[in-house]
């Protein structure tokens, strides 16, 4: 079956007929590895149109509610076929900061790359960072800040991860306030300077060719 | 309870710098809105940790500052000083950390009354530290007592100046502005946040008349700031944000409907609608705050300010000197400007505000959206309304004719992707409902409900 058409739907919004086209392809029984890649290919297309300045985040916010409702029909089909998010990661903004918009663009941002996000939201202690992390065991924690007195809890976060063993998780760090100096400074993996990019930080952080 | 049912200032000509139809003599005798434009300064702390531990080090840091900056203040002769104290969230939390910074500013600021004759009042700003639980805790519990002991401790030692940057309605709002959903937006700023306003400033003008001090004013620094960022960021559209800043009026309009006397806090831009419709002097932001964050609207934002403020700085060290005294030498400059074209008369202070005025709004809907004459009219539109959800309504679609106008006209630049966006607002506007109360329904079904307790704010 042609899923250029579902493509197209994810990236334009159109929620209805995204939902319809996935119950289609179901039926003409397609491998749901294919319908899902379908939809990914539209959020990719959405999410460099959207590092162009070519739309804005509602445009980008629609296509992500028409492949949540998509992913609502497919996800029992890719279940059943033992096909999961390749990577986990963990975001939330670090303990005394409230401040969770670039939090939400990143979180919506990885989920349309198919990462499976777990936010923690806003005001997370290191204790529950490193919680989180061995309960999901991911390979990105990103952690974001807007405050300048609240970066200092971005290296202890960071301190607590790292002494609680889990060195191969990447960290990545974002925020008004934050440049990349100050992320090599406190040992974070990476930086990323905007919602659109934190995706490409992190695919290529864990090796993912398509970033 | 003060109602705004018509405008103090209807001629635009008359919304300018250094003049308020009902001025605010402070106890040094300072006169805002009075003729004379003043420096508002405001700076923070560098990256660091408040704690017990560090509090010896806090202190040393705003000593630091506060000295530094009276100091290049009196070497600069300017007409008067407000000083703002913006705590930072630990020192809401722990009264006596607040107060103890607190009392170090207000021993400064009578020492150089004594010693150099410069006058000088302290706005106190603790931080609206409600919303450290999720969902908020609008109306009880530890954070919202402390909060309000530190009003009350620092109105009692003489802070004169009460503001806060409030935050009822942002659950909603936040999601609101990423979506670019207009109808939520009226739902968070003139529902939520017009009775959180209500309630709170009637606890702080009750803080205020115990010690003979001021109920000053709010902002919607967290609703149509943050608007302001994510345009500059790209991540929603300009005319959305103006839009928003539009409306924002009426969630800020309602501090002074509880008895706020002004100054509004200087990250209110939309602050020259409020004195076009309260007449009470307004604290701006613009140019000189850069050292806090960018903006579009830098010149028209000291069109019509009573005070003149940085926002805030760090203190960190520039070539000039500490930040925060830098930062006076600019403020100090910039109002013996405003100052020097109030001497010259009318005529003269008139062809400043026009040049601070044409120079911005040509170039963002953001900015033309504060210009004396839309505000005037985005007032004159809200105090006609009969409830402050259809003020909302009608603020926002008055902003979008004033852009669509300018930009029919071709006075305003709009990138090519913005223009439709100026359709499905005003659509949305005019979709929604006469009734507060049908609106109020529609979208509690809509929102988000496990963001904020309904109850506090009077919704079921």
């Given at each position: 079956m042609d899923l250029s058409q579902l493509t197209e739907a994810i990236k334009t919004g159109n929620r209805k007929a995204a939902a319809q086209l996935t119950q289609e392809a179901i039926e003409a029984q397609t491998d749901p590895r294919s319908i899902l890649d379908s939809m990914i290919v539209g959020m990719d297309d959405i999410g460099a149109r959207f590092q162009r300045n070519e739309v804005f985040v509602p445009e980008m916010l629609i296509a992500a509610r028409a492949m949540k409702e998509s992913m609502f029909i497919l996800e029992p089909l890719l279940i059943a076929a033992g096909i999961r998010p390749e990577f986990t990661a963990i975001i939330g903004t670090v303990q005394g900061d409230l401040h969770d918009i670039g939090k939400n663009l990143v979180s919506m941002m990885w989920k349309g790359a198919n990462f499976n996000v777990v936010d923690l939201g806003t005001n997370v202690s290191p204790e529950r960072f490193v919680e989180a992390a061995k309960e999901h065991n991911p390979q990105i924690i990103g952690l974001s800040a807007l405050l300048t007195t609240t970066m200092p809890s971005m290296k202890s976060t960071i301190e607590q991860l790292r002494a609680a063993g889990l060195s191969t998780t990447k960290i990545i760090i974002g925020g008004a306030p934050i440049t990349q100096e100050f992320a090599t400074q406190i040992g974070a993996d990476a930086f990323a300077p905007d919602a659109a990019s934190a995706v490409e930080v992190a695919r290529h952080l864990v090796g993912n060719k398509a970033a | 309870m003060p109602s705004f049912n018509h405008l103090a200032i209807e001629d635009?000509?008359?919304?300018?710098?250094?003049?308020?139809?009902?001025?605010?003599?402070?106890?040094?005798?300072?006169?805002?809105?009075?003729?004379?434009?003043?420096?508002?300064?405001?700076?923070?702390?560098?990256?660091?940790?408040?704690?017990?531990?560090?509090?010896?080090?806090?202190?040393?840091?705003?000593?630091?500052?506060?000295?530094?900056?009276?100091?290049?203040?009196?070497?600069?002769?300017?007409?008067?000083?407000?000083?703002?104290?913006?705590?930072?969230?630990?020192?809401?939390?722990?009264?006596?950390?607040?107060?103890?910074?607190?009392?170090?500013?207000?021993?400064?600021?009578?020492?150089?009354?004594?010693?150099?004759?410069?006058?000088?009042?302290?706005?106190?700003?603790?931080?609206?530290?409600?919303?450290?639980?999720?969902?908020?805790?609008?109306?009880?519990?530890?954070?919202?007592?402390?909060?309000?002991?530190?009003?009350?401790?620092?109105?009692?030692?003489?802070?004169?100046?009460?503001?806060?940057?409030?935050?009822?309605?942002?659950?909603?709002?936040?999601?609101?502005?990423?979506?670019?959903?207009?109808?939520?937006?009226?739902?968070?700023?003139?529902?939520?946040?017009?009775?959180?306003?209500?309630?709170?400033?009637?606890?702080?003008?009750?803080?205020?008349?115990?010690?003979?001090?001021?109920?000053?004013?709010?902002?919607?620094?967290?609703?149509?700031?943050?608007?302001?960022?994510?345009?500059?960021?790209?991540?929603?559209?300009?005319?959305?944000?103006?839009?928003?800043?539009?409306?924002?009026?009426?969630?800020?309009?309602?501090?002074?409907?509880?008895?706020?006397?002004?100054?509004?806090?200087?990250?209110?831009?939309?602050?020259?609608?409020?004195?076009?419709?309260?007449?009470?002097?307004?604290?701006?932001?613009?140019?000189?705050?850069?050292?806090?964050?960018?903006?579009?609207?830098?010149?028209?934002?000291?069109?019509?300010?009573?005070?003149?403020?940085?926002?805030?700085?760090?203190?960190?060290?520039?070539?000039?000197?500490?930040?925060?005294?830098?930062?006076?030498?600019?403020?100090?400059?910039?109002?013996?400007?405003?100052?020097?074209?109030?001497?010259?008369?009318?005529?003269?202070?008139?062809?400043?505000?026009?040049?601070?005025?044409?120079?911005?709004?040509?170039?963002d809907p953001q900015a033309l959206v504060l210009a004396p004459e839309s505000a005037?009219?985005?007032?004159?539109?809200?105090?006609?309304?009969?409830?402050?959800?259809?003020?909302?309504?009608?603020?926002g679609l008055a902003a979008i004719d004033l852009i669509a106008d300018a930009y029919k006209d071709k006075r305003l630049q709009i990138p090519e992707r913005e223009v439709c966006w100026l359709d499905s607002i005003q659509s949305a506007l005019y979709d929604l409902p006469e009734d507060e109360t049908e609106f109020v329904d529609t979208m509690m079904d809509v929102v988000d409900r496990t963001t904020f307790r309904p109850s506090d704010y009077e919704l079921n």
């Open positions: - | 635009p000509a008359n919304l300018i710098f250094g003049f308020s139809p009902r001025p605010l003599v402070t106890r040094r005798g300072l006169t805002l809105g009075g003729g004379i434009v003043y420096p508002e300064i405001n700076f923070t702390l560098p990256t660091m940790f408040v704690n017990g531990e560090t509090m010896p080090e806090v202190s040393r840091q705003y000593r630091e500052m506060i000295s530094g900056v009276l100091k290049r203040a009196s070497e600069l002769s300017v007409p008067g000083l407000v000083v703002e104290f913006e705590t930072l969230p630990p020192m809401t939390e722990n009264p006596d950390w607040g107060m103890e910074v607190t009392h170090i500013l207000l021993d400064a600021l009578h020492e150089a009354d004594v010693k150099d004759g410069l006058k000088s009042v302290l706005r106190m700003t603790p931080n609206d530290t409600r919303e450290m639980v999720r969902p908020p805790v609008m109306r009880s519990g530890k954070l919202w007592e402390n909060m309000l002991e530190l009003f009350e401790r620092a109105g009692e030692a003489g802070a004169e100046l009460l503001s806060i940057e409030s935050v009822g309605g942002k659950e909603v709002n936040d999601e609101a502005l990423q979506a670019c959903d207009v109808a939520q937006v009226i739902f968070a700023l003139c529902v939520m946040g017009v009775r959180d306003m209500r309630f709170l400033w009637t606890h702080i003008r009750e803080i205020a008349d115990r010690h003979h001090v001021h109920a000053a004013g709010d902002t919607a620094c967290g609703f149509a700031n943050t608007a302001m960022v994510l345009a500059e960021q790209r991540l929603i559209p300009r005319v959305f944000a103006a839009v928003v800043r539009s409306i924002s009026a009426v969630r800020s309009l309602a501090a002074y409907e509880a008895g706020a006397v002004g100054p509004g806090k200087d990250c209110g831009y939309e602050n020259v609608i409020l004195k076009a419709i309260t007449g009470f002097p307004m604290a701006m932001e613009g140019k000189t705050a850069s050292c806090a964050h960018f903006s579009a609207v830098g010149n028209v934002a000291a069109a019509a300010c009573d005070t003149w403020s940085n926002e805030s700085v760090q203190n960190v060290r520039l070539l000039g000197g500490m930040a925060p005294t830098c930062s006076m030498e600019q403020l100090a400059y910039d109002v013996r400007l405003f100052n020097e074209a109030i001497a010259d008369g009318p005529v003269a202070a008139g062809f400043l505000q026009r040049w601070l005025v044409r120079s911005d709004i040509g170039l005037v009219q985005i007032g004159r539109e809200i105090v006609g309304a009969p409830n402050p959800y259809r003020a909302g309504v009608a603020a």
